[in-house]
């Protein structure tokens, strides 16, 4: 029961780049310590989705948010293939 949590992307237009944004802005900790970050996208019908997929996992990759003690990594992710699609493994 909280607020929805802001996107990478929606927080790298506001400060500019993705660059200035810290692991502890995006990677929020909630019920048992469940970890969650959501990549977000563009505008609707102005680049493509995949793009925010692709630098969220960059940006968690380089901050080294993916640690050892991380039982599960689950990505929920669009399924259409707009762009490129999102059909092919990650």
């Given at each position: ?27 929020l ?51 259409d ?10």
């Open positions: 029961n909280s607020k929805a949590q802001s996107t990478i992307m929606d927080m790298a237009r506001d400060k500019g780049t993705v660059e200035d944004l810290e692991l502890e802005d995006v990677l900790t909630g019920w048992s310590d469940v970890k969650c970050a959501e990549s977000g996208g563009p505008e609707p019908g102005v680049g493509c989705a995949g793009r925010g997929v692709i630098t969220a996992i960059n940006f968690l990759e380089e901050n080294e948010a993916y640690t050892p003690d991380l039982d599960f990594v689950f990505y929920d992710v669009l399924g293939v707009v762009c490129g699609g999102f059909a092919m493994p990650i």
